[in-house]
Structures are given as structure tokens and as C-alpha cells.
């Protein structure tokens, strides 16, 4: 295992998904449904819809999709 420890490498095959991975994929998987269902609608109704279910990911900083934001000048 170049470049690894041994005791990384055991943490990481324990738990290969991190949190924040499994909890995006959650959100885009329920955001992929809302938007399959009601095709005609856009960004506004899924991020709503989202927020109804009390989905919410990221911050001020980050966009729904756990995409870093462009920073502010």
C-alpha cells in the first residue's frame, strides 16, 4: 500500500462513503424524483420542494448541489 498507512487504510475499508457523500447523493437522488415527476418545472420547484421534505444541504457558501460557490470579491 504505497503512500497509505495501514491504520488509514482499515479506516477507509471500514467506511468508504463519507457522510457528506452519502447524504449528496440522497439529496440529488430526491431531487432527480422531484424533478421526474413535474419535468415542466425548474431549479426554484426542486430547491422548494426540497425544503418542504426538510432537505437542506451545504451553507451560505455552497449551492444545493455541494458545489463550492464562486467566492465574493
Known amino acids: 500500500m504505497p503512500g497509505f498507512s495501514r491504520q488509514a487504510f482499515y479506516a477507509w475499508k471500514h467506511n468508504p462513503v463519507s457522510r457528506r457523500d452519502w447524504d449528496d447523493a440522497h439529496l440529488i437522488n430526491a431531487a432527480i424524483d422531484i424533478h421526474a415527476g413535474d419535468p415542466a418545472f425548474g431549479y426554484r420547484f426542486i430547491t422548494g420542494e426540497l ?3 426538510g432537505m437542506f444541504s451545504g451553507g451560505e457558501d455552497q449551492c444545493k448541489w ?3 460557490a464562486k467566492p465574493s470579491r
Do not use: L, S
Open 51 to 53: 425544503a418542504a421534505a
Open 66 to 68: 455541494g458545489v463550492p
